[in-house]
C-alpha cells in the first residue's frame, strides 16, 4: 500500500478534513459569488442611494463614472472589503451546514 494521505484516496486526517473542506468551498463559493455579482450590486446601491437625496441614474451613467479611466476596476471599488465578510461568514456557514447534516443523517 501506498503511504500517499491525498483526500481522494480515502486517506489523510478525516477530522481536519471535515473542516477545511466545507470552509474552503464556502469561502471559493464567496469569492466566485461576489467576483461575478459584486458590479451588478455596486451599480444597484449606487442606484437606490442617488434616488434616496433625488439624484435619478442609470445604470449607464454609474459605469461611465466608475470606469474613471481604469477599464471596469472602478466597479470593484469596496471588493476587498466585501470579500473579507462575505469569506469567513461563508466558511461558517458551509461549515455548520455541513457538520449539522452530517450529524442529523446519523440520527435516523
Do not use: H
Not at 501506498?2 to 480515502?10: A, P
Not at 472589503?81 to 456557514?93: D, E, F, Q, T, Y
Amino acid at each position: 500500500g501506498s503511504n500517499n494521505n491525498s483526500v481522494m484516496e480515502g486517506g489523510g486526517d478525516s477530522t481536519a478534513d471535515e473542516i477545511a473542506i466545507p470552509m474552503l468551498s464556502g469561502a471559493f463559493a464567496a469569492t466566485t459569488a461576489w467576483g461575478v455579482g459584486y458590479p451588478f450590486d455596486l451599480i444597484k446601491t449606487r442606484i437606490q442611494a442617488g434616488k434616496s437625496v433625488g439624484i435619478v441614474s442609470t445604470a449607464r451613467d454609474i459605469v461611465k463614472e466608475s470606469k474613471d479611466g481604469r477599464a471596469c476596476y472602478g466597479l470593484y471599488r469596496g471588493f476587498g472589503l466585501k470579500l473579507l465578510r462575505s469569506i469567513p461568514a461563508s466558511a461558517i456557514g458551509f461549515l455548520t451546514y455541513e457538520t449539522a447534516a452530517k450529524a442529523l443523517s446519523s440520527r435516523g
